[in-house]
């Protein structure tokens, strides 16, 4: 003979099959939204970084192509004067274009210095960039480990 039961005890429902599989749903949902919103920021932060590097190559671009610029202007008037001073007088001529050179010589000296600067600069701003996106990738990775790991809910 069976024996009539009664009414189930309360936390007997928490095991029902349909109840355990809206909770593993519902957590399911609640961590692949906070992994597509981790990703999302992920994707903010190597868009910016990007665009911080691409201004500091435009400024340093524009360094360089005004440094030239400066060169230049400085090296056509230093012809123009030296042609002039040859039709004036060989003797003087001599003497200035030695006098010339020296400062020409400084000054693209300086010009080359302050390339260098500018470059080891631009180098410096790359490997700024390249931590940056090494640390978005270690961040990447750890979302996507997040994502991939089995829950302990699931088993």
């Keep these: 003979m ?55 190559v435009d400024r340093v671009n524009e360094r360089i192509e005004a440094s030239e610029m400066k060169l230049r202007e400085e090296i056509q008037a230093s012809e123009a004067r030296l042609y002039k001073e040859i039709q004036a007088s060989e003797v003087r001529l001599h003497e200035e274009i030695q006098t010339n050179e020296a400062r020409q010589s400084q000054r693209i000296d300086k010009v080359k210095a302050e390339i260098k600067d500018l470059r ?11 931590a940056d996106m090494k640390a978005m990738d270690n961040k990447l990775d750890r979302v996507l480990e997040a994502l991939l790991a089995p829950s302990p809910e699931v088993g």
């Design 2 to 56: 069976a024996v009539p039961m009664g009414p189930k005890p309360w936390w007997r429902r928490w095991f029902e099959p349909i109840l355990v599989v809206t909770i593993i749903v519902a957590l399911f949902t609640v961590l692949a939204t906070g992994g597509v919103t981790m990703f999302q920021s992920v994707k903010g932060d190597i868009r910016a970084a990007e665009t911080r590097l691409s201004e500091r």
């Design 120 to 130: 080891t600069e631009l180098k410096q701003d790359n490997a700024e960039l390249k």
